[in-house]
C-alpha cells in the first residue's frame, strides 16, 4: 500500500505541475518577434525568396538587413499560423515550454525525493521567467540546451545511444536560432571535466561527435559567416542593446531589480547551490560548472532568464538523483507541491498574473497592451501622406499588419546600431533634437507604447504645441502634427 501512495504522489506532482506550467504559458500573444517571423515568411511565399533589403522601413533605404540565422524558425511559425492561426502558436509554444520542463522526467520517476525537488524548482523557475514566456524562436535554443544536458549527463551514468543524436540536433539548432554556441560550451565543459578518461573508446565517440556537432553549425544557408553569426552579434549589436534596449539589460538593472522575479532568479539559484552542496559526496563536478556558467549566464541579461530557469531545473533533477535524503516520507510533502501547484494553476485561469510587462489572463488571441490592433487600423487608414514614427516595441507588429504599403521607421530587426544610437534615440533627447528629427524624416504621426522607461519621449510630445493626442487605449498612443 505504502508503494502504491508514493506511486500516486508522484504521478500528482507530475500532473499538477503540467498544469500549472499550462496555466502560466497560454495567454494572448505579446510577442513582438513572432509578428517579424510571420512577415518575413510572408515575403518568401510572396516572392520565392527571403528578401536581401527590408521591405518595411524608410529611414534606411536599401537596408540590407541580417535575417537568415533563423530562418527555419519563421517557417515553422509561419506555418503554424496557416494550419491553425494564432490559436495554434500559442497552444504549441505552451506545449513545448510544458514539454522542456518535463523532459527530465523519465529519469526521475523512480524517485519520490527527485520528483519533490523538480516539483519545486519549476515552481520557483516558472515565476522567475514568466515575463518571458512568448512565442519565441529562442525557445528553440531552451529545447535544446536541455536536451544536450539531458543526454550528457545520462552519459554520466551509463554511455547510451543518445549522444549519437546530437549532430543532428546541432544541425537543426544552427537554422532555428543562434544559440547552439551554448551547446558547444556545454559539451566542451563535459569532455574537460571527464578527460582522465579520454582513452574509453566512449570518452572519443563523444569527442568525435562535439566535432560533429561544431562543423555540422557550417550547414546554414549563410555558411562560415552565419557560422560565427552569434559572435558577431554579441560583440557588435549585443554590446550597444546591453546599454539601451530594455530586454538586453542587466538582470539586476534597477528597472526589474525590486520585481517579484528577481527574487524567485535568486531562490533558484539558491537551491542550486544547496543541492550541488548535498551533492558534494558524488563530487558533481560537470553539474557544479555548468551551473555556474548558466548562473552567470542568466544574470547577465533579462532576456536569458528562460534559459536559465529550464536549464537550472534539468541540472537540479539530475543532482536530485545524487543527494542524500533525511528518512521521512516524502509522499505526503509530494501530495503538498501538487496541492499548491493545482491552487495556483485554477487561480491563473480563473484571475491570471501579473508580470514585469503587465497583468496576463489564461487565454488565446492577442494582448491589446503590447499589441496596438486598434491603433494600427487607424493610422493605416487615415489617410495620412507623411511618415509614422513607431515605438520600437511596436515594429514588428507594424510590419506585419501594414504588409509593407506604410513603412516604418524602425523594428527589432534592425541592426544598424549606429542609427539606433545617432538617429532613432535622437527623438526623445530633448524638444530640439526631437524637432530636428521630425523634419529630417517628415514624420507627421506617432505611435508610442506606454511602458516605463519612455516617460521622456512622452513628456517631450504631450508637452509640444505642435503636436495632439489623437487616440490613446490599453496600451498604445496616437499624436498627430497639428498642421
Given at each position: ?108 520517476r523512480k524517485s519520490p525525493q527527485a520528483t519533490l525537488v523538480w516539483g519545486v524548482s519549476v515552481l520557483v523557475a516558472i515565476y522567475a521567467m514568466n515575463f518571458r514566456m512568448m512565442e519565441r524562436t529562442s525557445f528553440f535554443s531552451d529545447l535544446f540546451i536541455v536536451a544536450v544536458l539531458t543526454i550528457l549527463m545520462a ?92 530586454e538586453w539589460m542587466p538582470t539586476l538593472h534597477p528597472l526589474y531589480r525590486e520585481h517579484a522575479q528577481t527574487y524567485f532568479i535568486f531562490a533558484l539559484a539558491i537551491l542550486n547551490i544547496f543541492l550541488l552542496y548535498r551533492a558534494r559526496k558524488s563530487k558533481p563536478v560537470f553539474e557544479l560548472l555548468a551551473s555556474a ?191
Amino acid at each position: 500500500m505504502k508503494l502504491n501512495f508514493d506511486g500516486i504522489s508522484k504521478t500528482l506532482v507530475w500532473v499538477c505541475i503540467a498544469v500549472f506550467i499550462i496555466s502560466m504559458s497560454c495567454f494572448p500573444i505579446q510577442s513582438e518577434d513572432l509578428f517579424m517571423y510571420l512577415a518575413i515568411a510572408r515575403e518568401y511565399f510572396k516572392t520565392g525568396s527571403f528578401p536581401v533589403y527590408d521591405p518595411f522601413i524608410y529611414s534606411i533605404p536599401n537596408f540590407a538587413w541580417t535575417i537568415m540565422h533563423q530562418w527555419l524558425g519563421y517557417l515553422v511559425f509561419y506555418g503554424l499560423y496557416e494550419l491553425g492561426d494564432f490559436e495554434l502558436i500559442i497552444v504549441l509554444k505552451t506545449i513545448l515550454i510544458t514539454a522542456v520542463y518535463c523532459f527530465p522526467l523519465w529519469r526521475l520517476r523512480k524517485s519520490p525525493q527527485a520528483t519533490l525537488v523538480w516539483g519545486v524548482s519549476v515552481l520557483v523557475a516558472i515565476y522567475a521567467m514568466n515575463f518571458r514566456m512568448m512565442e519565441r524562436t529562442s525557445f528553440f535554443s531552451d529545447l535544446f540546451i536541455v536536451a544536450v544536458l539531458t543526454i550528457l549527463m545520462a552519459e554520466q551514468v551509463k554511455p547510451s545511444r543518445w549522444k549519437y543524436t546530437l549532430p543532428f540536433l546541432f544541425l537543426l539548432w544552427v537554422n532555428l536560432h543562434p544559440g547552439y554556441p551554448i551547446g558547444w560550451f556545454i559539451i566542451g565543459i563535459f569532455l574537460t571535466v571527464n578527460i582522465r578518461n579520454w582513452k574509453n573508446p566512449e570518452y572519443k565517440k563523444l569527442a568525435g561527435l562535439f566535432v560533429g556537432c561544431v562543423l555540422v553549425c557550417l550547414v546554414n544557408p549563410k555558411g562560415l559567416e552565419g557560422f560565427l553569426y552569434p559572435f558577431h552579434f554579441m560583440d557588435n549589436e549585443g554590446r550597444v542593446y546591453r546599454e539601451f534596449y530594455f530586454e538586453w539589460m542587466p538582470t539586476l538593472h534597477p528597472l526589474y531589480r525590486e520585481h517579484a522575479q528577481t527574487y524567485f532568479i535568486f531562490a533558484l539559484a539558491i537551491l542550486n547551490i544547496f543541492l550541488l552542496y548535498r551533492a558534494r559526496k558524488s563530487k558533481p563536478v560537470f553539474e557544479l560548472l555548468a551551473s555556474a556558467f548558466f548562473i552567470f549566464y542568466g544574470f547577465y541579461a533579462i532576456r536569458f532568464v528562460p534559459s536559465y530557469c529550464f536549464a537550472i531545473v534539468t541540472i537540479n533533477a539530475s543532482l536530485a538523483l545524487k543527494a542524500p535524503y533525511p528518512k521521512i516520507s516524502f509522499k505526503y510533502l509530494n501530495v503538498a507541491v501538487a496541492t499548491l501547484a493545482l491552487a495556483l494553476a485554477i487561480k491563473n485561469i480563473g484571475w491570471g498574473y501579473e508580470t514585469i510587462s503587465g497583468h496576463r489572463d489564461f487565454g488565446f488571441g492577442m494582448d491589446p497592451n503590447l499589441v496596438p490592433e486598434k491603433a494600427a487600423r487607424i493610422l493605416d487608414n487615415s489617410g495620412l501622406k507623411s511618415n509614422v514614427y513607431n515605438a520600437h516595441l511596436f515594429g514588428s507588429y507594424l510590419a506585419w499588419a501594414w504588409e509593407g504599403h506604410r513603412k516604418l521607421i524602425f523594428h527589432g530587426f534592425v541592426t544598424d546600431t549606429n542609427f539606433f544610437i545617432q538617429e532613432y534615440l535622437m527623438f526623445g533627447a530633448g524638444r530640439e533634437q526631437f524637432d530636428h528629427q521630425v523634419k529630417k524624416y517628415n514624420v507627421g504621426a506617432i505611435i508610442s507604447d506606454r511602458f516605463t522607461g519612455n516617460e521622456s519621449f512622452l513628456r517631450i510630445i504631450s508637452e509640444h504645441p505642435d503636436w495632439q493626442l489623437v487616440y490613446k487605449d490599453e496600451g498604445s498612443l496616437i499624436f498627430i502634427k497639428k498642421q
